[in-house]
């Protein structure tokens, strides 16, 4: 290899880590709780406050059939929990932090009703949500139990999860570019807040009113 060639080689791998994108992770609120995203993102560790690893947690389906890649996690206060997003498993998750948390119930609603599911300890465990799509970034809701979840693609929408009955209720369309980490509430206090979603392009906003159940957009 030519001395140019190899230089340039070199600067090329330079410039390809400075604008490579870094794993997410979390510190919560509370300082108790810190999530890592290692193995190229097929793996979430959480430690507690002292740095000790209590639970590593492979983005695999709970078949163990799919695996993914860990795209997102935000820290959930108010539920003691958080999210995390993958791209390739078509769910999200949430991990309690509460040592008291309830049991988790993966089979049909029938299932555990009549006492026929084998149930998971709640605590560092994933409840697991459905929903198909690349998760670009996640973040709390107004009220405890939602979440707003930012999925890409060739129609990038926003949605919003009920993290109680498991699902996605409502969903609208975004800008590509739209930036939901640098979001900010207009009256978050409201019964129908109102969602202020910055696009890539840095000069046009979506605002977004978030309902109980439902979402609408009121300006491009």
Same mark, same amino acid.
């Given at each position: 290899?030519?001395?140019?060639?190899?230089?340039?080689?070199?600067?090329?791998?330079?410039? !390809?880590?400075?604008?490579?994108?870094?794993?997410?992770?979390?510190?919560?609120?509370?300082?108790?709780?810190? !999530?890592?995203?290692?193995?190229?993102?097929?793996?979430?560790?959480?430690?507690?406050?002292?740095?000790?690893?209590? $639970?590593?947690?492979?983005? /695999?389906?709970?078949?163990?059939?799919?695996?993914?890649?860990?795209?997102?996690?935000?820290?959930?206060?108010?539920?003691?929990?958080?999210?995390?997003?993958?791209?390739?498993?078509?769910?999200?998750?949430?991990?309690?932090?509460?040592?008291?948390?309830?049991?988790?119930?993966?089979?049909?609603?029938?299932?555990?009703?009549?006492?026929?599911?084998?149930?998971?300890?709640?605590?560092?465990?994933?409840?697991?949500?459905?929903?198909?799509?690349?998760?670009?970034?996640?973040?709390? !809701?107004?009220?405890?139990?939602?979440?707003?979840?930012? /999925? !890409?693609?060739?129609? #990038?929408? /926003?949605?919003?999860?009920?993290?109680?009955? $498991?699902?996605?209720?409502?969903?609208?369309?975004?800008?590509?570019?739209?930036?939901?980490?640098?979001?900010?509430?207009?009256?978050?206090?409201?019964?129908?807040? $109102?969602?202020?979603? #910055?696009?890539?392009?840095?000069?046009?906003?979506?605002?977004?009113?978030?309902?109980?159940?439902?979402?609408?957009?009121?300006?491009?």
């Amino acid at each position: 290899m030519r001395r140019r060639d190899w230089i340039l080689g070199l600067a090329a791998l330079a410039l !390809g880590h400075r604008v490579a994108a870094s794993p997410p992770e979390l510190a919560t609120a509370d300082g108790r709780w810190r !999530g890592e995203v290692h193995d190229d993102g097929r793996t979430l560790v959480l430690r507690d406050a002292d740095g000790t690893v209590r $639970r590593r947690l492979p983005a /695999l389906s709970l078949d163990g059939a799919r695996r993914g890649t860990i795209t997102a996690i935000a820290d959930l206060p108010r539920r003691r929990s958080v999210a995390v997003g993958f791209d390739g498993l078509d769910e999200l998750w949430e991990v309690s932090l509460d040592p008291a948390a309830p049991p988790i119930f993966d089979g049909l609603v029938h299932d555990y009703r009549m006492g026929e599911a084998i149930a998971t300890p709640g605590f560092l465990a994933p409840r697991r949500i459905p929903l198909a799509g690349r998760v670009l970034a996640l973040r709390e !809701g107004a009220q405890a139990p939602q979440l707003l979840a930012l /999925l !890409g693609g060739d129609a #990038p929408a /926003l949605h919003l999860v009920n993290l109680d009955v $498991r699902r996605s209720l409502s969903r609208v369309p975004v800008p590509p570019g739209a930036d939901l980490r640098a979001a900010r509430w207009d009256d978050a206090g409201a019964a129908t807040p $109102r969602l202020r979603v #910055p696009a890539g392009d840095g000069a046009s906003v979506s605002t977004i009113e978030v309902g109980t159940t439902t979402l609408r957009v009121l300006a491009p």
